[in-house]
């Protein structure tokens, strides 16, 4: 089965800092793997994802991501944080044998202190 | 996330009302998505739609009933609700086989039953 974990409720981190949000996934086969934002009152928007290729992804807003097929891992980053980015992350999984069925992490509320 | 567009943005039923959430995407994608979102649970995937078929049921209770006419409109009629049926539903959409695979959100409608 496939599973999506988020370890941490909420990361702080003070602006000007790197930020790290973890990921970490179970799927059998080649996985397909997204990272979203999503803002107070608004839908989930798409930052990254990673497919087949380079493991490091380049996305929006400066974040980027790395594909750790020997950890599962996923986790998202960004070299200087901005108070911007203060929002609510999702880390996403789609199989490849099945890429309607996408499974979302809990989330992670990230905040960005000035 | 302008790309979808969901009405209305808030709802609030009694629970016998019969009401429906439309939503509308404007990105030539060939699939569309039901999830629901409640506060402290993982995005909940209800219904997938592929080229207007569904493809996805998730286990959701009948009173949750979605159509798709066309590649471009999806709606979810209700019925019957029940208090904890209260979350955020949202749509989304994406081009799958061919195409990118990420997926773009609505904004999505708040629902209160009372």
């Given at each position: 089965?496939?599973?999506?974990?988020?370890?941490?409720?909420?990361?702080?981190?003070?602006?000007?800092n790197?930020?790290?949000?973890?990921?970490?996934?179970?799927?059998?086969?080649?996985?397909?793997?997204?990272?979203?934002?999503?803002?107070?009152?608004r839908?989930?928007?798409?930052?990254?994802k990673?497919?087949?290729?380079?493991?490091?992804?380049?996305?929006?807003?400066?974040?980027?991501?790395?594909?750790?097929k020997?950890?599962?891992?996923?986790?998202?980053?960004?070299?200087?944080?901005?108070?911007?980015?203060?929002?609510?992350?999702?880390?996403?999984?789609?199989?490849?044998?099945?890429?309607?069925?996408?499974?979302?992490?809990?989330?992670?509320?990230?905040?960005?202190?000035? | 996330?302008?790309?979808?567009?969901?009405?209305?943005?808030h709802?609030?039923?009694?629970?016998?009302?019969?009401?429906?959430?439309?939503?509308?995407q404007?990105?030539?994608?060939?699939?569309?998505?039901?999830?629901?979102?409640?506060?402290?649970k993982?995005?909940?995937?209800?219904?997938?739609?592929?080229?207007?078929?569904?493809?996805?049921?998730n286990?959701?209770?009948?009173?949750?009933?979605?159509?798709?006419?066309?590649?471009?409109?999806?709606?979810?009629?209700?019925?019957?609700?029940?208090?904890?049926?209260?979350?955020?539903?949202?749509?989304?959409?994406?081009?799958?086989?061919?195409?990118?695979?990420?997926?773009?959100?609505?904004?999505?409608?708040?629902?209160?039953?009372?």
């Open positions: 089965a496939q599973s999506v974990a988020q370890p941490e409720d909420q990361v702080n981190v003070a602006e000007g790197p930020l790290t949000v973890k990921c970490t996934y179970s799927v059998s086969g080649n996985p397909y793997l997204f990272w979203y934002v999503q803002y107070p009152n839908g989930l928007q798409f930052l990254l990673y497919i087949t290729g380079d493991n490091l992804v380049k996305g929006s807003y400066g974040f980027e991501a790395e594909f750790n020997s950890q599962t891992s996923f986790h998202l980053k960004k070299p200087s944080a901005l108070v911007s980015d203060s929002a609510l992350y999702f880390c996403a999984v789609s199989a490849t044998s099945g890429t309607y069925k996408y499974i979302f992490g809990t989330g992670t509320r990230l905040k960005v202190l000035a | 996330e302008t790309g979808v567009t969901q009405t209305p943005r709802l609030v039923m009694g629970m016998t009302n019969k009401k429906s959430l439309k939503c509308e404007h990105l030539g994608h060939n699939a569309m998505y039901w999830y629901k979102q409640s506060a402290k993982p995005l909940e995937l209800m219904f997938v739609y592929s080229l207007e078929e569904r493809v996805e049921n286990s959701v209770p009948s009173r949750f009933s979605p159509e798709c006419p066309n590649s471009s409109h999806l709606f979810l009629h209700l019925h019957t609700l029940q208090p904890e049926d209260s979350a955020l539903y949202l749509c989304a959409s994406s081009q799958q086989r061919t195409g990118s695979y990420e997926q773009y959100f609505g904004p999505g409608t708040r629902l209160t039953v009372t």
